[in-house]
């Protein structure tokens, strides 16, 4: 039996599609979830929260390495990749002390006499 070549040729039918959450092409289409993401699930997937949902061997595999395989994952999806339409804005807000309802000062304008 040819494992290799002539195999590859019969391979027409897709697996994954694209993910509605994530954009990736990772969406497995018999199993309905996304493997990048989790979705449908309500939260992102990622290492704690495999162990979390009880998937022993991939929770057990996370405290084995040291060199663990959502911290690449978790620095590509957190906090500050995306566009942060509303955070940068609270960013800016606190800044300023969460000020509201004020008016900026006039600027006094210099007179070239």
Known sequence: QTKGTSSFGKRHNKTHTLCRRCGRSSYHIQKSTCAQCGYPAAKLRSCEYLAACGWGALANLCSRFADNWSVKAKRRKTTGTGRM?????????????????????????????
């Open 85 to 113: 339409r509303h955070l940068k804005v609270v960013r800016r807000r606190f800044r300023n002390g969460f000020r509201e309802g004020t008016q900026a000062k006039p600027k006094k304008v210099v007179q070239a006499g």
